[in-house]
Each structure stands twice: as structure tokens, then as C-alpha cells.
């Protein structure tokens, strides 16, 4: 069976056994376990002064990397505080959309 998903989440929960594709060509193929242990969990932040919210997040102790796209968060207290980091960037005023994601799928 062939599926095509950006979700690995769901198609994990769907297979056992996980092929990768990239511009058509097959560039990996594992056990979904080894894909959940090996994926990369982050947080992707846009906020309008970027600038300014990542001195705000560093200020309470996070490690956001600016990019052309936003904020990158991928340390391990980022995802699980995905809920309070609009609380912090509140009082710069500056609205946000906070974004979880992981490694393979889309972070939009």
C-alpha cells in the first residue's frame, strides 16, 4: 500500500515499515519506531518584530535561533511549553502563532 503524508505521527500509526521520499526517489525506508526515536521535535514561531521575541523568550530561558522564517525552538522545554510562550511575548505586544513540528512533516 502507498500513502503520501507529511503527518509521520499518523502514518506511523498506520505501518510498520516507513519509506522516504524526496523529489521521487526513495532516500530511506525504517521501522516507525526508529523514526519516532530518531525525529526531531521543534517549535516554529513567526512573530512581527522576531527580534524582539526572541530577546523576550531568551530572557525566560529559551534558545530560539532567528531565521529567515521565524524563530526555531528545538530545545526539550520548548514543546511541551508551546501554550505559554504567547502569555510571555503578551507584553511585547507583538501577536504570534505558534507552530509545534517535527523533523519529515510540516511545521505550518
Known amino acids: 500500500m502507498f500513502l503520501s503524508s507529511h503527518l509521520l505521527a499518523e502514518v506511523a500509526r498506520l505501518a510498520t515499515r516507513i519509506g522516504i521520499l524526496h523529489h ?14 530518531h525525529r526531531r521535535r521543534h517549535v516554529r514561531l513567526a512573530t512581527r518584530d522576531d ?25 526539550s522545554r520548548a514543546l511541551p511549553a508551546v501554550g505559554r510562550m504567547p502569555q510571555a511575548l503578551a507584553r511585547l505586544r507583538t501577536p504570534s502563532r505558534a507552530r509545534p513540528g517535527r523533523s519529515g512533516g510540516t511545521a505550518r
Not at 24 to 37: F, K, P, S, V, W
Open 24 to 37: 521521487g526517489r526513495l532516500i530511506g525506508e525504517h521501522d516507525a519506531d526508529h523514526l519516532d526515536r
Open 51 to 75: 527580534h524582539a521575541a526572541c530577546a523576550v523568550l531568551r530572557a525566560h530561558g529559551y534558545r530560539p535561533e532567528l531565521g529567515p522564517a521565524g524563530l526555531l525552538l528545538t530545545d
